[in-house]
């Protein structure tokens, strides 16, 4: 059972910023292309960011300018650090690692974000 461990989230109030990092497993790491998603109460799970095994990155637009996703391939982990944070970013955040073939996808238990107003 491949296990992503996600570390960061919490309580912040509008405008303010967090970090998050996901661990994974290195073999699966340096295979994956890397993610965050999240999910807010009643709604579906949407991406934040992605950054591909080669580096390239996407943003919702929701997030754009605000949130900076990025890896360390030396300790095997992704960071999304987030800024300017408003309560519509209230959400569990996801870290998820993939890859399209051979196909796998890992997900992590989530981190509870919440912007106070």
């Known amino acids: 059972q491949v296990q992503l461990v996600e570390s960061g989230g919490g309580v912040v109030q509008a405008g303010g910023s967090l970090k998050l990092t996901c661990a994974a497993p290195r073999a699966v790491f340096i295979m994956s292309d890397m993610g965050w998603y999240r999910q807010a109460p009643d709604q579906m799970r949407e991406l934040v960011a992605d950054?591909?095994?080669?580096?390239?990155?996407k943003y919702a637009d929701s997030v754009k300018g605000r949130f900076t996703i990025s890896r360390d391939n030396a300790e095997s982990t992704v960071i999304l650090q987030m800024d300017s944070l408003k309560p519509d970013d209230t959400a569990v955040y996801f870290c998820?690692?993939?890859?399209?073939?051979?196909?796998?996808?890992?997900w992590g238990q989530g981190t509870q974000v919440t912007v106070s107003s």
């Open positions: 950054i591909g095994k080669t580096g390239v990155i």
């Open positions: 998820n690692a993939r890859n399209p073939i051979p196909h796998w996808e890992y």
